[in-house]
């Protein structure tokens, strides 16, 4: 497997690697690498896990059963075939893994392909992200323009468009990508802290509140009264468009806000609009309400996983969420294996390395010291 490398870095080298042997259906061997690397498999593996937080084995696993999820979607090759291009010894093995990841068999999936977070290749030298946010300049303006186009056709001007945060508000306000349609932000980071069961309520307020460390007024100006269409207009809207990425942080904030909108009984069509934070396309998906409520109560409110069928996005989602309650997490061993590593710069790599998960500068930093400080 020869390869021209993207980076001098040792690690990066072994990402290219991996990745050729992807592309090109070739088994993997651990002894290979090291061998082209010119180090012992046991270096190999301490390196890659030391630099990008993830196993080998693991990391080989998520783009192999991703790259599989997009031909299920962009083929009608048999599933069995797909199967053994990616290296699984059987269908039965491919479905057991494929199910684990997403939620959902390859069967299922191939019937009703929907949105899935992507499992890119990992960079070391990707450049810096801000706040775990999307790069608003990268979202594709016509793939907007269409989607917004084809509800205002059923809705006319009965929508209200729910977004992810501050900066894609403003983005989206600057550019008059809704036309006509209301448009709130959404400035919640909900797989942090403790909530309320009833969504959006004084109680829930308080407790949000304590938990970021703000005063109750401060709170309510950045997150609450940004909302007020919500709380004064909810049932006068035909439609509410959901704009949220695909990570764990974004898709813990479209679950509370799918649940609040039951909790409200509300009664018009809900779109959830997949930016995927890879590729900035947009996909829509039309929600059906009833269960987001009880979902909510059980993920967030009891970290536990439910047991009814969910997107396969949301699943990953809930999946790495339910994975960071834990005491022994992935990021939580990354901080531990850099004890040296300076808060802002380890808070910076791992902004580049953790970016399925979304989070930004100030949890990073709430995680680096509550490790840190634990470990004195």
Same mark, same amino acid.
């Given at each position: 497997m020869n390869e021209t490398h993207s980076s001098n870095h040792p690690v990066q080298q072994m990402?290219?690697?991996i990745e050729h042997s992807l592309a090109h259906q070739q088994d993997f061997s651990l002894s290979e690498l090291g061998e082209q690397m010119g180090y012992s498999p046991f270096y190999c593996s301490f390196l890659f896990r030391h630099h990008t937080g993830i196993s080998i084995k693991k990391y080989i696993l998520l783009r192999r059963t991703f790259l599989a999820a997009s031909r299920l979607a962009e083929t009608n090759d048999r599933i069995l075939d797909i199967a053994v291009q990616y290296g699984y010894s059987s269908q039965e093995a491919f479905s057991r893994a494929f199910k684990e990841?997403?939620?959902?068999?390859p069967a299922a999936f191939r019937n009703d392909p929907q949105p899935l977070q992507q499992y890119a290749k990992r960079s070391l030298i990707a450049p810096d992200t801000y706040e775990g946010a999307i790069p608003m300049h990268? %979202?594709?303006?016509?793939?907007?323009?269409?989607?917004?186009?084809q509800v205002e056709q059923i809705y006319e001007q009965d929508i209200l468009n729910v977004l992810n945060?501050? %900066?894609?508000?403003?983005?989206f306000q600057s550019n008059q990508w809704m036309?006509?349609?209301?448009y709130v932000p959404f400035n919640e980071a909900m797989c942090t802290h403790e909530a309320a069961q009833a969504i959006f309520s004084p109680t829930f307020h308080t407790i949000r509140a304590a938990g970021h460390g703000s005063t109750l007024s401060s709170y309510e100006q950045v997150v609450i009264q940004l909302l007020q269409p919500l709380w004064e207009q909810l049932h006068d809207y035909k439609c509410i468009v959901l704009w949220f990425g695909d990570d764990m942080f974004c898709q813990l904030n479209l679950l509370t806000m799918l649940a609040y909108l039951e909790q409200q009984q509300f009664k018009g069509t809900v779109y959830f609009n997949t930016v995927q934070e890879q590729t900035y396309d947009v996909q829509q998906t039309e929600m059906t309400l009833g269960t987001f409520a009880s979902l909510y109560e059980h993920v967030v409110l009891h970290h536990m996983m439910p047991e009814q069928n969910l997107l396969p996005i949301m699943y990953q989602g809930i999946t790495l969420y339910l994975t960071m309650q834990q005491s022994d997490h992935e990021l939580k061993r990354y901080i531990i294996a850099h004890p040296e590593?300076?808060?802002?710069?380890?808070?910076?790599q791992m902004l580049k390395l953790f970016t399925h998960y979304g989070l930004g500068d100030?949890?990073?930093m709430e995680m680096i010291e509550d490790v840190r400080g634990a470990e004195r």
């Open positions: 990402i290219d690697i990841i997403f939620g959902v068999t990268e %979202l594709k303006t016509a793939d907007i323009l269409h989607l917004q186009h945060g501050q %900066l894609m508000y403003q983005e036309g006509n349609s209301d590593q300076p808060a802002m710069e380890l808070v910076r100030t949890q990073y």
